[in-house]
């Protein structure tokens, strides 16, 4: 195009403006057909998305706009046909409220019986206190699955494990058991990580060959170690890294774990603050057996698998941002028993008592294969208040 035949920007900008007021009005009236078309389901009680259809649509229509703006115009009708979908499935929603089953219990604040993985003095042991210091008793047991397997047989109303940690990500043993185990979140605490790295009287930074702790809290440190020419050995848990030391009597071996745990078991500081990264968080949840939600939650889990279509999980992303819900973090894990298929962990700004929630969890569950919800919990910023690691 030659510079003379360029318009003036002002004059095609007014263009445009007159070109989106009638789109506007278009899109209203196929806003208020869309209405009309969940009014008619809820009688019929027929499914809102109609995949067949909006192929169809998207072929037949697609197929009339010039070559070059094809894949532009396409983009434009999936994304119109997806917020007509949205627009129905909130009209659907307030009409029957019953639709979306929430069996929400009441949200056990002061739980009698807390239990948490290893040992006192462990992160986790810290993490429970904090959480619950009116607790009657907090014990610990072995393994994640046995926190999980004690609240979901009835012998503790609520366990403490950790959910992620700020360098070294996602702790998939606990999301893996939420699911197995058929628990829900409903609690949660951020703590600063302080490791240290502690050993017997008389062991000095020179002597120690091997460093011996949960494997995050070792990758929390890898900098050190490998810097000290120090080989790792894998513990249970922080607390029970320095119950070993304390009862290996080897000069040679040293505990990645925190002071509280040198103290308790006996050990002497060799360095503080050994992790990579100085703003070292890990994020604690409590899980127990009942579903619940409070109007101040901030926070909420959800798990869900797909429909074997293209673009399934793209459209399941859009969903949360049509309803201007903030996705936070997001991961996979495979099916167990279905090689090269994954279950997705979703985490979202926002409480169960919402209505724009409550609706985008409608149109997900609608929509795709399988939807769980882990929890609806408060997650404090990591500066209201002290907090620890694994």
Known sequence: MQQSNIRPLDETRAEITAIDREIQALFLRR??????????????GDAILKPDREQYLIQTLGAQAPAGLRQEYTALLK????????????????????????????????PARVAYQGLPASYQSQAARAMFPDAQEIFHVPTFEDVFRAVSEGRADAGVVPAENSTVGTINEACDLLVQYDLHISHSH?????????????????SVRTACSIKPALGQCQNFLKAHGLAQREAENTAVAAQTVAQSGDLTLAAVCSEQAAALYGLSVLARGINDDKHNQTRFIAVSRGLSAQPDDNRISLVFTLPHRDGSLAAALSVCADHEINLTEIHSRPLPETPWEYRFYIDLEGSLCDPAVRAMIYQLEEEL??????????????????????
């Open 369 to 390: 294969s399988t939807v769980r919800i882990l929890g609806s919990y408060r997650i404090s910023d990591s500066t209201e208040g002290e907090v620890t690691s694994l």
């Open 31 to 44: 806003m208020a057909c869309a209405e009309q078309v969940a009014a008619y389901k809820l009688t019929t």
């Open 79 to 110: 994304s119109v046909m997806r917020v007509s979908r949205k627009h129905q499935y909130e009209f659907v929603l307030a009409c029957q409220p019953e639709r979306l089953a929430l069996p929400l219990t009441p949200r056990q604040d002061r």
């Open 190 to 206: 951020v703590d600063h990580i302080q490791n240290c790295l502690c050993a017997l009287p008389g062991a000095t930074l020179a």
